[in-house]
């Protein structure tokens, strides 16, 4: 199954340092193939540290979100959380 | 004369002296001619990944353990970076094309590192951790022999391009008598972190430290900056006394007899070791803001009851006073909802948020520090800051009565420790009578003093003249606080960044002052100096400079 889903984001960082490594680790520990980018941009792999990080998107800026597995609704869901989440109050989950 | 004097910036006060272990430059990259088998590069790139892991995972142990969770956290990035499966997917591609192992690996970071470089600050550190982990994977590859940072020969000088988080947190200050990098600046990690272990250390030198071989004798003087390749014997004998500054394990006095104790400032357990073995007589200022900071919720009262145990028991013979919680201002703690306020530094901070928002945390506090009391082998003493009125002091001396007894319910053992008040606002000085009256010692924090008491801001450049702890108001303050003090029999102690200096030395003992707590850095100079100082004379002499009308004047004192 394949969802799509579009974020503005919180934090104030963008999607840097720790918000960029909780968004990954979140991936990561879900069973779902994830890519991110800008809406009218090419898409990553989000599992990549490095390849999110060099979207440079920063507060404010939409992100597109594209899952395929069986975790697919649920990693679209928590990352939403995470990208909505300012930094001060964001947990490891 | 040294055969050559490199310059740099220094990082801590001391020098070291010893010879040179250079650190991580030795990787060549095979030559890039004749047949690799793809499969076993690609299992060669596995297995090093592997191993890479396992060598991360234990470096983030040992130096939560040794530093703390906040220096381990940079291994968390690390470990994500070499599973990055952009970096997977390019080396396996390049192994693919014909590529050795170790020439995909730096092909594959190369290109992200650059990209990472030309952005901006924050982005740039991440070029950093991956030269780190691209620089691991490709001495595992090329069998490159690494220099161990945890295993140096006692009296290395390390030098290298730079220091990242992971090889300083390795430096044992056992054996290492210093280090100078290549690049690098005051407030760089290297730099704080050999200030908190009291390494001498130069950094920002230049590409000149790379004219320095292994096996050369250098002295690294952390005063002046500068790196003497070569020292004669002068030199090489002032760097291994570090200028008169032995370690002196006793207590010390004046020449006259008046005792001065001479105590560490402490932010986190792993600077309690290095302060007991540059001779503190105990801690001065134990803050506690480390056990809330970095963390999803507060800490549990059995987690402070540790950390303040640990303390006491490091200074069986002395004395720990802990600061209570000091948040507000410029520190904030996320899971405690500080107000967004037009003056921060005069608004909800120290105590005022203890006896109010945060009155359960406080209560959790006291009983923590009141059963480590009891527990451990040191003396407990339990400071308040930001005092300012003698109605915050009598509402925290109730709540400490409260968690006494709340302790006594429990059937737990609870210390009557020695109680005192920081001494940071004016009005605290002006009151330092009732206050002093109230409790068993005085401890004046100079750097927010002087920023109340001069309206200077300590950030602000601009105004960076008037933020001085010897302009004679400040001074006046600070006499002012002693005499009420003793008045009323109780002790005085200082510290502030003030107190740390020991050029300041003979005017504070002048001045009065029971206790003088610092970095644990500079401790061996101000016993020194205390053991110098004759009481009497210091005394006029501090009467003379508080009775200065002008900075410049205290200064002609001082000098003269």
Redesign the interface.
């Known amino acids: 199954m394949t969802v799509e889903r579009t974020v503005t984001i919180v934090p104030e960082a963008g999607l840097h340092a720790r918000p960029a490594s909780v968004f990954v680790q979140a991936v990561n520990d879900h069973d779902a193939e994830v890519s991110a980018g800008r809406p009218d941009g090419d898409l990553v792999q989000a599992a990549s540290m490095i390849a999110v990080t060099s979207l440079g998107v920063g507060q404010g800026d939409d992100i597109k979100l594209v899952a395929d597995g069986p975790d697919a609704e649920a990693v679209l869901d928590e990352l939403e959380r995470i990208l909505t989440t300012p930094e001060a109050e964001l947990d490891d989950g | 004369m040294a055969e050559r004097t490199l310059d740099g910036t220094g990082a801590t006060p001391r020098s070291g002296v010893g010879s040179v272990v250079w650190y991580g430059r030795d990787i060549s990259l095979p030559d890039l001619e004749g047949e690799v088998d793809p499969d076993a590069e690609a299992e060669r790139f596995a297995d090093a990944v592997e191993t890479a892991r396992d060598e991360l995972e234990a470096e983030r142990e040992a130096t939560a353990e040794r530093v703390g969770e906040d220096e381990a956290a940079v291994f968390?990035?690390h470990i994500?970076?070499l599973e990055?499966?952009?970096?997977e997917d390019a080396v396996e591609t390049s192994i693919g094309d014909g590529a050795d192992a170790a020439n995909a690996v730096d092909a594959a970071f190369g290109e992200?590192i650059e990209?990472?470089e030309g952005?901006d600050g924050?982005?740039a550190e991440?070029a950093d951790d991956?030269r780190d982990v691209r620089d691991r994977l490709l001495r595992l590859l090329t069998d490159g022999e690494r220099v161990d940072l945890g295993d140096l020969p006692e009296g290395s000088v390390v030098l290298a391009e730079r220091l990242t988080p992971s090889d300083t947190a390795q430096l044992d200050p056992e054996r290492v008598a210093g280090f100078a990098t290549v690049t690098g600046g005051r407030t760089s990690h290297a730099a704080i972190f050999a200030r908190s272990l009291a390494l001498p250390a130069v950094v920002g030198v230049g590409d000149a430290l790379e004219t320095v071989t292994d096996g050369d004798e250098v002295v690294v003087d952390g005063d002046s900056g500068q790196v003497l390749v070569g020292p004669d014997d002068a030199e090489r004998e002032a760097a291994a006394t570090g200028a008169g500054a032995a370690i002196v394990e006793r207590s010390v006095e004046t020449t006259d007899g008046r005792h001065v104790e001479v105590a560490a400032n402490v932010g986190r357990p792993a600077e309690l070791d290095p302060a007991a073995e540059r001779g503190a007589d105990g801690v001065g200022l134990y803050r506690t803001e480390f056990l809330f900071l970095d963390r999803?919720a507060s800490p549990s009262e059995d987690e402070q009851y540790e950390a303040v145990r640990e303390a006491l028991d490091t200074f069986p013979d002395g004395r720990v006073v802990v600061r209570t919680l000091d948040i507000g201002g410029d520190k904030r703690i996320?899971y405690l909802d500080l107000p967004e306020e037009e003056n921060p530094f005069l608004g909800e901070r120290g105590i005022r948020r203890s006896l109010a928002p945060d009155s359960d945390l406080f209560a959790t506090q006291l009983r923590a520090l009141l059963r480590a009391g009891a527990d451990g082998a040191g003396d407990l003493a339990i400071m308040f800051p930001l005092v300012a009125t003698v109605e915050e002091l009598d509402a925290a001396l109730d709540a400490l009565d409260a968690a006494a007894a709340d302790l006594d319910d429990r059937d737990a053992a609870a210390a009557d420790p020695e109680v005192g008040v920081m001494i940071e606002t004016p009005s605290a000085v002006f009151m330092a009578d009732e206050l002093a009256a109230r409790v068993d010692f005085l401890s004046i924090g100079t750097n927010d003093l002087t920023q109340y008491v001069m309206a200077a801001d300590r950030e602000n450049e601009r105004v960076g003249d008037l933020h001085d702890p010897t302009h004679p108001g400040v001074l006046r303050a600070i006499h002012r606080t002693v005499r009420a003090a003793h008045a009323e029999d109780a002790w005085v102690g200082m510290c502030g960044e003030m107190a740390g200096d020991p050029d300041l030395t003979e005017l504070l003992v002048g001045l009065g002052l029971d206790e003088l707590s610092m970095s644990a850095v500079t401790i061996p100079e101000v016993k020194t100096a205390v053991s110098d100082t004759e009481y009497s004379t210091a005394s006029e002499r501090a009467d003379r400079a508080r009775l200065a009308a002008t900075r410049s004047e205290v200064h002609l004192t001082l000098d003269s």
């Open positions: 968390d990035a994500q970076f990055d499966p952009t970096i992200h990209q990472f952005m924050r982005m991440r991956l999803e996320p």
